[in-house]
C-alpha cells in the first residue's frame, strides 16, 4: 500500500475542495481501513533515523507537538517539496546558507550509506 500521495486520499480531498464533505470522509475512512489492515503487522514509518518512537506515530507526532520545534523525519520531505517551491521566489539562494545537521540512522540505513 502507497501512503504518500494515495490515489483513493488524494481523491478524498478533491471531494473535500468541491465541498462534498460526505463523499470525502467515505473515501477517507476506506483509505483508513486499508491502512489499518495493511499495515497491522507491518513496518509502515519511513523514518531512517535511529529512534525509540521508530512506528509508532501517536506518541513521535505528540512528542513534536509537544517541544515545537522540527516535524517528524517522515513529514520532511512532504514540506520539502512545499519549501523547495517558495525557495524558487529567491532562485534557491537559501540553500546556501543551510547546512543539515547530521543525524543517527537506523541500522539498516547506516549500512547503505556505506555502501554508497
Known amino acids: 500500500m502507497m ?7 488524494l481523491a478524498a480531498m478533491q471531494e473535500f475542495h468541491k ?8 473515501l477517507q475512512e476506506e483509505f483508513a481501513a486499508e491502512f489499518r489492515e495493511e499495515y497491522r503487522h507491518r513496518d509502515h514509518c519511513p523514518c531512517q533515523k535511529a529512534c525509540r518512537y521508530h512506528g509508532n506515530c501517536k506518541e513521535c507526532v505528540a512528542i513534536h507537538r509537544a517541544h515545537q520545534e522540527h516535524v517528524p523525519n517522515c513529514m520532511r520531505p512532504m514540506l520539502n517539496r512545499k519549501l523547495k517551491l517558495l525557495s524558487e521566489l529567491t532562485e534557491h539562494t537559501l540553500a546556501r546558507e543551510i547546512e543539515p545537521p547530521r543525524e543517527v540512522l537506523r541500522k539498516e540505513f547506516q549500512e547503505q550509506k556505506m555502501k554508497q
Open 3 to 9: 501512503i504518500e500521495n494515495n490515489p483513493k486520499e
Open 19 to 26: 465541498g462534498n464533505r460526505q463523499e470525502g470522509l467515505r
